[in-house]
């Protein structure tokens, strides 16, 4: 199993980003994923979770509103589109993979810093 | 959605065995038999050591241990090794596909 996140980097406030996930070594389209991000001096936190076929998505509520969550069952690729970001949403953003009971498997994260 | 408690940070000796806590509330930690824990070395991704509470993936160490009891879980490490010097970090299923986790916990092994 092998999640490779990309696409951070450095945005102003209220700028946008798009995070991707290249998924492989697993049949990517049998499981449901989140992201999740750890922010510097800050625990994890859960942000979303898309299920196999995308019929259902959900928030945590410090991004519901301005983030989206979505897939690509035929690249095998998850994405998480990042709006109006704000100096908090910093943090090293994770793609990791749902087994329905518990969050197995983590990629290695890309870093999101929101700052003029 | 509030976060779980751990401690901040914890040591130990070669050869000791730790435990550290995790409290959460009746509506995440005591309501579902549902907690993980993940181990974290710096510059890499989280990994899985336990899941629904008690139950190690195959590859991780009988020195890892976990057990709820009420709104806490713990996880406890037994013969501790130079390795284990890392982030530990509990995580609980909170109802519709959403999870909550702990502030992390930093193991200093001396």
């Known amino acids: 199993v092998q999640l490779v996140e990309s696409g951070g980097g450095l945005v102003q406030p209220r700028g946008s980003l798009r995070l991707s996930c290249a998924a492989s070594?697993?049949?990517?389209?049998?499981?449901?994923m989140n992201w999740v991000r750890h922010s510097p001096g800050k625990g994890l936190e859960w942000l979303s979770y898309i299920s196999e076929t995308s019929s259902a998505k959900y928030y945590a509520e410090s991004v519901k509103g301005r983030f989206t969550v979505s897939r690509d069952n035929a690249e095998n690729s998850l994405y998480l589109q990042m709006n109006s970001l704000r100096a908090e949403d910093t943090a090293i953003y994770y793609c990791?993979?749902?087994?329905?009971?518990?969050?197995?498997?983590w990629g290695q994260g890309t870093l999101v810093t929101v700052s003029s | 959605q509030s976060a779980l408690t751990q401690p901040a940070s914890l040591s130990g000796s070669p050869g000791q065995s730790i435990t550290i806590s995790c409290t959460g509330t009746?509506?995440?930690?005591?309501?579902?038999?549902?907690v993980s824990w993940y181990q974290q070395h710096p510059g890499k991704g989280p990994k899985l050591i336990i899941y629904?509470?008690?139950k190690r993936p195959s590859g991780i160490s009988n020195r890892f241990s976990g057990s709820k009891s009420g709104n806490t879980a713990s996880l406890t490490i037994s013969g501790l090794q130079a390795e284990d010097e890392a982030e530990y970090s509990c995580?609980?299923?909170?109802?519709?596909?959403?999870?909550?986790f702990g502030g992390g916990t930093k193991l200093t092994v001396l």
């Open positions: 629904e509470v008690t």
């Open positions: 009746s509506s995440d930690v005591g309501n579902f038999h549902l």
């Open positions: 990791v993979r749902d087994s329905a009971t518990y969050l197995d498997y």
């Open positions: 995580c609980s299923y909170a109802g519709s596909s959403s999870w909550v």
């Open positions: 070594g697993f049949s990517f389209s049998d499981y449901s």
